[in-house]
């Protein structure tokens, strides 16, 4: 999970510079294609939505290593997981 969250965070981000390549050197070629600049805002639209996916890997990512690592800490005993659970809740919540 954590390997091809990395690879699609990795190339949304190439994606989306890409755009932002796009949008910035070429706006006036971009923005003469469709009436009313409709081009360039999708083109806006399109960016914002790849950089959210980005985020929302990025965020899985991270969910994936930090709940792997206790799991591994633990040697996949449900006794020792709860406990470990239970003192990084705790903690947190005093944080």
Not at 7 to 20: D, E, H, K, P, W
Not at 34 to 51: D, F, H, M, N
Not at 73 to 78: A, E, N, Q, T, V
Request: a positive charge; aromatic letters at 10%; charged letters at 15%.
């Amino acid at each position: 999970m954590a390997r091809w969250s990395v690879i699609f965070q990795n190339s949304s981000l190439i994606v989306c510079c890409l755009l932002i390549y796009v949008a910035i050197d070429f706006r006036p070629n971009v923005a003469a294609l469709l009436p009313g600049q409709a081009l360039l805002y999708l083109l806006y639209a399109l960016i914002i939505v790849i950089a959210i996916l980005a985020n929302m890997t990025n965020l899985a990512r991270a969910t994936a290593i930090e709940r792997d690592w206790v799991v591994e800490i633990c040697h996949r005993d449900k006794n020792t997981l709860a406990s470990m659970v239970d003192f990084f809740s705790s903690f947190v919540c005093k944080c």
